[in-house]
């Protein structure tokens, strides 16, 4: 389970890479009723999504030649520099070296080695978004990837995650949490491909879950202001509701309702 009592290994960060940011602040406005916040002149477009006043995600236009509009999730490390050279020793691939934002933090950006894009986050006066597992929230984290083996021994060696096998229909499932944290601070999952999808030109990606109060009606709001719904929305036995939706520019992210436990 996601908190805001942020450890090394865990989300704490997210932010959206978009071509038009003000499109984009008003379509995951009229979907989770978010309002974009400047981070200032000198922060090139980037900017804060709120909800009540608490930070719940990052928003800036795309910067390198070719990017996609996508969602990436940040994960804490204690040193920047050490879980750089740890990516390489793993087999990842370095996008970003470590940065420092100010005062706010270090940040770095990386490539695993199935292909998905993460970055992570060495806290300064910014430890990591304000709220997670409340409504319009971040609550989960998932890869879906190539070749799920490989991604759970990367993020081991990496993060030290631990990583527990979760039996699901016709899908190769692990559940991740930090090292030490036990199944209780799972922060997300890692799925294999399922063998009936042809894999050709499909890249393995993470993707941010939003909690919100009705599933549906968030689909719903999520279409009439442009974006699309990939899957039909569906109960998951001991999850909740969900679905899976794509943003006006092309980003993914899905929604849950969680079941009450």
């Given at each position: 389970?996601?908190?805001t009592h942020?450890v090394?290994?865990a989300?704490v960060?997210l932010?959206?890479?978009a071509?038009?940011?003000g499109?984009?602040?008003?379509?995951?406005g009229?979907?989770f009723?978010w309002?974009?916040?400047?981070a200032?002149p000198?922060a090139?477009g980037y900017g804060m999504?709120q909800?009540d006043?608490?930070t719940?995600?990052?928003?800036?236009?795309?910067m390198?030649?070719g990017?996609?509009?996508?969602w990436?999730v940040?994960?804490?490390?204690?040193d920047a520099e050490?879980?750089?050279?740890?990516?390489?020793?793993?087999?990842?691939?370095?996008r970003?070296e470590?940065?420092?934002?100010?005062t706010?933090g270090?940040?770095?950006q990386?490539t695993d080695?199935?292909g998905a894009d993460?970055?992570?986050w060495q806290?300064?006066?910014?430890?990591?978004?304000?709220?997670?597992?409340?409504?319009n929230?971040?609550c989960w984290?998932?890869?879906h990837?190539?070749?799920?083996?490989?991604?759970v021994?990367f993020?081991r060696?990496?993060?030290?995650?631990e990583?527990?096998?979760?039996p699901?229909?016709?899908v190769d499932?692990?559940?991740?949490?930090p090292?030490g944290?036990g199944?209780?601070?799972?922060h997300?999952?890692?799925m294999q491909?399922?063998?009936?999808?042809?894999v050709?030109?499909l890249r393995?990606?993470?993707?941010?879950y939003?909690?919100?109060?009705?599933c549906?009606?968030?689909?719903?709001a999520?279409?009439?202001?442009g974006?699309?719904?990939l899957?039909?929305t569906d109960d998951?036995?001991?999850?909740g509701r969900?679905?899976?939706?794509?943003?006006?520019?092309?980003?993914q992210?899905?929604?849950?309702?969680s079941?009450?436990g």
């Open positions: 389970m996601l908190t942020y090394p290994g989300p960060w932010d959206l890479g071509p038009d940011t499109a984009a602040a008003a379509f995951y009229g979907v009723g309002e974009f916040q400047s200032g000198d090139g999504l909800l006043g608490s719940v995600a990052g928003l800036g236009p795309l390198e030649e990017a996609s509009p996508a990436t940040y994960f804490q490390t204690a050490a879980t750089a050279r740890a990516v390489e020793r793993a087999g990842g691939a370095v970003m470590p940065m420092d934002v100010f706010a270090r940040l770095a990386f080695p199935t993460f970055a992570t806290p300064g006066d910014t430890r990591g978004i304000d709220a997670v597992n409340v409504p929230t971040l984290s998932e890869l990837t190539t070749d799920a083996q490989a991604a021994d993020y060696q990496v993060f030290g995650w990583a527990e096998r979760t699901m229909a016709e499932y692990t559940v991740v949490s090292p944290g199944r209780d601070a799972a997300g999952g890692i491909f399922p063998p009936q999808v042809e050709g030109e393995s990606k993470w993707y941010p939003f909690e919100v109060e009705d549906d009606v968030a689909v719903s999520a279409v009439h202001h974006g699309t719904a899957t039909a998951a036995p001991g999850l969900m679905s899976m939706v794509l943003d006006p520019f092309g980003a992210f899905a929604l849950i309702t079941e009450a």
